[in-house]
C-alpha cells in the first residue's frame, strides 16, 4: 500500500502498527519567533531586575567556574542575551515542562552557544512567567561521554 496523502486525523494502519497523527503545530514550537520573542522577553526582564534563581547555590558555584561573582549576574545576564541567537536554541520540540514547584508545568528554553563573554561554550536553561526571568541554570557546557 503507497500512501500519497493522508488527511490529518486519519488513523493509519501500518502492519498492525497504528499510527496517530499528533497536533503538528505543537510539535514544531518553538517557532524561531516564538524564541525571538522569549530572548526579548528575558532581556525585558533583566533590565527591570525581575530575576529569580530556582537553585541559587548551583547558580554561585557556576558562577565561579565561569569566572564571574552571583552580584554581576543582571549584567551578566544582559550581556549573554545580546549574545544569544534564536538558532541557538537546544531544548526539546516542544519545550519540556518544569517540575521545579515555583515554575511546574511551564516551558523551559534551553539555548547552547559559543560565548564570547565566557569564552567557552555556554549553557542557558530559562523559563518566562509573566514579566519574570527564572534562571533554571547558566554554565559552561558538558560535553557527555557515553560508557564503551
Not at 494502519?13 to 510539535?27: A, C, F, K, T, V
Not at 508545568?105 to 530559562?126: H, I, P, V
Not at 547558566?138 to 560508557?147: C, E, I, P, S
Request: hydrophobic share 40%; with cysteine.
Amino acid at each position: 500500500m503507497v500512501l500519497t496523502s493522508v488527511p490529518i486525523g486519519t488513523i493509519i494502519d501500518l502492519d498492525g502498527i497504528n499510527w496517530y497523527p499528533r497536533n503538528w503545530r505543537e510539535m514544531d514550537r518553538p517557532s524561531f519567533r516564538e524564541l525571538d520573542l522569549k530572548l526579548s522577553q528575558a532581556k525585558d526582564s533583566v533590565s527591570q531586575n525581575k530575576i529569580l534563581t530556582i537553585n541559587l547555590a548551583a547558580l554561585a558555584s557556576d558562577a565561579f567556574d565561569l569566572g564571574y561573582l552571583i552580584s554581576e549576574l543582571t549584567d551578566i545576564l544582559s550581556e549573554i542575551l545580546d549574545e544569544i541567537r534564536p538558532k541557538d536554541y537546544v531544548g526539546r520540540r516542544p519545550p519540556e515542562k518544569s517540575y521545579e514547584d515555583q515554575i511546574k508545568d511551564l516551558d523551559l528554553f534551553a539555548f547552547r552557544w559559543n560565548s564570547a563573554r565566557f569564552g567557552c561554550e555556554a549553557y542557558f536553561k530559562f523559563v518566562i512567567n509573566g514579566d519574570i526571568l527564572y534562571i533554571v541554570s547558566l554554565h559552561q557546557h558538558k560535553t557527555v561521554r557515553r560508557g564503551r
